[in-house]
């Protein structure tokens, strides 16, 4: 966990570490408004009120901040596992300018062969995606670095520890 | 190449330099001291590099088995696969899809393939509208430019210059002036194009038999939005992208941005099983769908590369992972960049094997002599390619390949192996060996004739020797006759066969005369053998029959030695690296084994004498002299600078070594009147570092033969080999 931590740091990446119930206003207090997401899996916690699910489109461009599930974190890398789901972790982490990622501390596997040992089973059985992500999205094409391209400019995870 | 032809090559290469050589150094010298950084990190990093060379050899030898196993995985998700034979193949399919679902505008994100395709232009033609979202892409659409480089394809470009474009093209209300601004009107632009397209075209790094999932490495969040913003996902790839499975991703997640760009890890892996199983999204009716309403087509390309797996030579191409790791780290493509050294669509060290294999050898010739087989590309590529041996086998086939039909007339009138057609300036440095007999035999008068300002106007015009050049200064006495009256050491330690290369023994002789002394000093019994012409500089002209002769008459003279127990060693480091390295490319394997284990560069060897109990007051005494040390980037390769560095350490000497890639002469490159710019410009870098005040009155060491001859063009001050500082 603690390289984890460190790492998600080194990719400006902020964190908050919390109990199941008190995800919803750790959510809260790291949410802009228009906000939606996803419903969490079980275990970890609820979304705020403010959150809303199932956006239509045009919604989905006007949120300010997007919280989904990582299925896995990567201590090595500070990264979040995104699934590809039905309900739209996908577009809903991706379109608004500020993403919400939680993730179970019990699900932080050590490096990059771990994270892919667990998703090779998943997509060979049941023809998942995900994304692995790593910090906010970048890109140094315009002259010099520059946080938030086509995605998100910041991203904080939540770390729930059961 | 004729006279004219030099001359537009050498304005065109001057033109680059000027336009783009800064912006471009910035940005590729930025990417591989990043890359040095990032791999530090890694536990392993050999071992990463070794698993993900495994991973590739294995898979293009299963290739045809793995596409069959791929085709079922994806066609049970849902998708399609089509294996196009070509360009027109690949791209008549695609318009096929397009159409299908009447589309008329399709977003892109980066594929280095579908501009192998000119897919963009095949799309246009129907009047469909092609964006591409990457940003860097997207300034060249706008631009209508050609990608310098196979990772950041628009590094050309200043941020300044980005600003007026945007400008001028779109006369935004807004002043847009920082990296930011651009960023933001960029994405507001591109935001509008992605909701409304209806195909959306990914390339894919990696593709897994196993599940049907490709990787797509990526920092900007564009491929992200391409594949979920549209119904109908195209993705199109080099079918040499697919390799086992989900799990052999590991390694090359790892390596990939790390060998790149510096990166320990781009922005965005995204490992997708399409059809993905996201919502699809109406952005007119603003309305969800389900996922089962997308629709996936996999466009695997052949277009020469089933080909190239059957060939010897070329097959190792399939294993690159276009990372530009090979761009980043060679000091040529530094300073021109891809519209110099590159092809009709790749760029860097490893376009040679790609365009040859892909477009033919006639687009592999008109770059591959900026590879000057420096080697430095090997180590940083993550799956170990011969990168400078894929460029000399082309360059052989290139040379054969001109006015072949001719041979028989001329063919052993010629002092070589090669063809009749191939170009004199190849032929001139190719042949060195015989310049240099001669050039000692009638020394002085043959320097005297070759420094007159009429035979250097000849020279220039008839087989583009630069003038602007100094040409060696052959000596009269070579080393093999100095060492002949020599008095033999008594009761020696060990037995040396020292190889008397064609520098050391016709120019360079102090060094060699100092080598001599050094190792007598360490009681070592040194003996000349009578051969001196290495196959180095035929290697470096692509003259590969010509090489291999010259490497059988070294084992022939040097493997008895070996194996009656004498060590030999080497002071040119590029000799020493051929015996090392090539020589398992051009030798049957024992005889490379014998002589590769038997061999040492001459610092090395006087390392493992020290470090074996022998007196080090036998040599020179630093006394704190203050020395800045040039290794050479074939040593470097090979990692044994590092003896140089730890002899003069250990004999007090004070030393900094320079940290650039290449001094920028490489053998003959910079003799070349089309390359003596280049050459120029990736010395100045070098001689930067050498200027500073902490460096500019050290004594100046170099180990190698064509940078000792850079540096005296770079620097006002002398410069030797270290094993003159260290001789006795």
Same mark, same amino acid.
């Given at each position: 966990m603690d390289r984890f931590t460190e790492r998600l740091a080194d990719f400006d990446v902020s964190y908050t570490l919390t109990a199941p119930d008190d995800v919803a206003a750790a959510i809260e207090d790291v949410t802009t408004q228009p906000a939606i997401g996803v419903e969490l899996p079980d275990g970890l916690g609820d979304l705020p009120e403010s959150v809303e699910t199932d956006p239509s489109p045009a919604e989905l461009r006007e949120a300010s901040t997007g919280v989904t599930e990582a299925r896995l974190g990567i201590a090595d890398y500070g990264s979040l596992v995104l699934p590809t789901t039905a309900d739209g972790v996908e577009p809903i982490s991706l379109f608004p300018e500020h993403?919400?990622?939680?993730?179970?501390?019990?699900?932080?596997?050590?490096?990059?062969?771990?994270?892919?040992?667990?998703?090779?089973?998943?997509?060979?059985?049941?023809?998942?995606?995900?994304?692995?992500?790593?910090?906010?999205?970048?890109?140094?094409?315009?002259?010099?670095?520059?946080?938030?391209?086509?995605g998100p400019k910041t991203v904080h995870a939540i770390i729930v520890e059961p | 190449m004729t006279g004219n032809a030099r001359t537009t090559k050498a304005e065109h290469i001057r033109h680059l330099l000027e336009t783009e050589g800064d912006a471009v150094a910035a940005n590729t010298q930025g990417f591989n001291d990043g890359r040095y950084e990032s791999v530090a990190d890694l536990e392993d990093y050999e071992a990463l590099k070794e698993e993900a060379r495994a991973i590739k050899e294995d898979a293009i030898e299963r290739l045809p088995d793995l596409v069959d196993e791929l085709r079922e995985a994806v066609e049970e998700n849902g998708g399609t696969l089509y294996l196009a034979d070509d360009a027109?193949?690949?791209?008549?399919?695609?318009?096929?899809?397009v159409a299908d679902v009447d589309g008329d505008s399709v977003v892109k994100s980066k594929s280095m393939t579908t501009? $192998?395709?000119? !897919?963009?232009? *095949?799309? @246009? &033609?129907?009047?469909?509208? =092609?964006?591409?979202?990457?940003?860097? $892409?997207?300034? !060249?659409?706008? *631009?209508? @430019? &050609?990608?310098?480089?196979? =990772?950041?394809?628009a590094i050309h470009k200043s941020r300044e210059s980005i600003a007026e474009l945007f400008t001028e093209v779109f006369d935004p209300d807004e002043d847009l002036e920082t990296a930011a601004d651009l960023t933001m009107f960029a994405r507001r632009k591109l935001a509008e194009k992605i909701v409304d397209a209806d195909v959306g075209v990914t390339g894919a790094n990696f593709v897994t038999a196993d599940s049907g999932t490709m990787a797509l490495v990526t920092s900007e969040g564009n491929a992200r939005k391409t594949v979920t913003a549209t119904d109908t996902h195209v993705a199109v790839a080099g079918v040499e992208k697919v390799i086992p499975s989900v799990e052999d991703l590991a390694p090359f997640v790892e390596l990939i941005g790390r060998s790149g760009?510096?990166?320990?890890?781009?922005?965005?892996?995204?490992?997708?099983?399409?059809?993905?199983?996201?919502?699809?999204?109406?952005?007119?009716?603003?309305?969800?769908?389900?996922?089962?309403?997308?629709?996936?087509?996999?466009?695997?390309?052949?277009?020469?590369?089933?080909?190239?797996?059957?060939?010897?030579?070329?097959?190792?191409?399939?294993?690159?992972?276009?990372?530009?790791?090979?761009s980043n780290s060679c000091a040529n493509f530094q300073q021109v960049g891809g519209h110099a050294f590159g092809g009709e669509t790749y760029s860097g060290g490893i376009a040679t094997g790609w365009e040859a294999g892909?477009?033919?050898?006639?687009?592999?010739?008109?770059?591959?002599?900026?590879?000057?087989?420096?080697?430095?590309?090997?180590?940083?590529c993550p799956v170990g390619i011969d990168i400078p041996w894929i460029n000399t086998v082309v360059r052989d086939r290139v040379n054969r390949g001109e006015d072949a039909e001719f041979d028989w007339l001329v063919d052993g009138l010629v002092p070589d192996a090669e063809?009749?057609?191939?170009?004199?300036?190849?032929?001139?440095?190719?042949?060195?060996?015989?310049?240099?007999?001669l050039g000692s035999a009638t020394a002085p008068v043959s320097n005297w004739l070759s420094d007159l300002s009429v035979s250097r106007g000849l020279m220039e015009r008839f087989v583009g020797v630069d003038r602007r050049r100094d040409l060696p200064t052959f000596q009269r006495e070579t080393l093999r006759e100095w060492a002949a009256d020599r008095p033999p050491v008594r009761n020696p330690d060990r037995q040396v066969v020292l190889f008397p290369d064609l520098y050391t023994n016709h120019v360079q002789v102090e060094r060699g005369k100092a080598a001599v002394r050094a190792l007598e000093a360490l009681g070592v019994a040194v003996r000349l053998p009578d051969v001196t012409a290495s196959g180095r500089a035929p290697l470096s002209q692509g003259m590969l029959a010509t090489a291999r002769e010259h490497a059988t008459d070294v084992a022939d003279a040097l493997v008895p030695h070996v194996e009656a127990g004498r060590d030999v060693v080497v002071v040119e480091p590029s000799d020493y690296a051929l015996f090392q390295r090539e020589y398992e490319r051009l030798l049957d394997e024992d005889r490379y084994e014998t002589l590769a284990d038997g061999s040492y560069e001459v610092f090395e060897y006087v390392y493992g004498l020290l470090a074996n109990g022998a007196d080090a007051d036998a040599l020179a005494d630093g006394s704190g002299e203050r020395v800045a040390y040039h290794?050479?980037?074939?040593?470097?390769?090979?990692?044994v600078e590092t003896y140089t560095e730890a002899v003069l350490d250990d004999l007090g000497f004070d030393v900094v070594t320079s940290d650039v890639e290449c001094c920028g002469m490489a053998g003959s490159f910079g003799y070349k009147r089309e390359y003596y710019d280049v050459s120029m410009a990736v010395g100045?870098?070098?001689?930067?570092?050498?200027?500073?005040?902490?460096?500019?009155?050290?004594?100046?060491?170099?180990?190698?033969?064509?940078?000792?001859?850079?540096?005296?063009?770079?620097?006002?001050?002398p410069s030797k080999h270290p094993i003159e500082l260290v001789a006795p």
């Open positions: 993403h919400v990622g939680v993730v179970s501390s019990e699900d932080v596997v050590p490096g990059m062969a771990d994270a892919l040992a667990d998703l090779g089973e998943c997509f060979r059985d049941a023809s998942g995606s995900a994304v692995v992500a790593t910090g906010p999205s970048a890109t140094a094409d315009m002259g010099a670095l520059v946080k938030g391209a086509h | 027109a193949d690949a791209n008549r399919y695609v318009r096929d899809v501009e $192998e395709l000119e !897919l963009n232009d *095949a799309l @246009e &033609a129907d009047d469909v509208e =092609v964006v591409e979202t990457d940003l860097g $892409e997207w300034v !060249l659409q706008v *631009a209508d @430019e &050609a990608p310098s480089h196979i =990772v950041a394809p760009t510096g990166q320990d890890i781009t922005s965005y892996v995204s490992l997708l099983t399409p059809p993905v199983g996201s919502p699809t999204l109406d952005f007119d009716a603003d309305e969800t769908g389900p996922a089962a309403d997308r629709e996936f087509h996999l466009v695997l390309v052949d277009n020469g590369r089933m080909d190239m797996r059957e060939d010897d030579d070329l097959r190792e191409t399939l294993y690159c992972i276009r990372c530009s790791a090979c892909i477009e033919g050898l006639d687009v592999a010739a008109e770059f591959n002599d900026l590879c000057t087989g420096c080697s430095r590309c090997v180590n940083a063809p009749a057609g191939l170009d004199p300036q190849k032929r001139l440095f190719g042949n060195f060996s015989t310049l240099a007999k290794s050479h980037c074939q040593q470097r390769t090979l990692g100045e870098d070098l001689a930067t570092q050498f200027s500073t005040d902490e460096t500019v009155d050290r004594t100046v060491v170099a180990s190698g033969t064509s940078c000792l001859e850079q540096l005296d063009d770079l620097l006002a001050r």
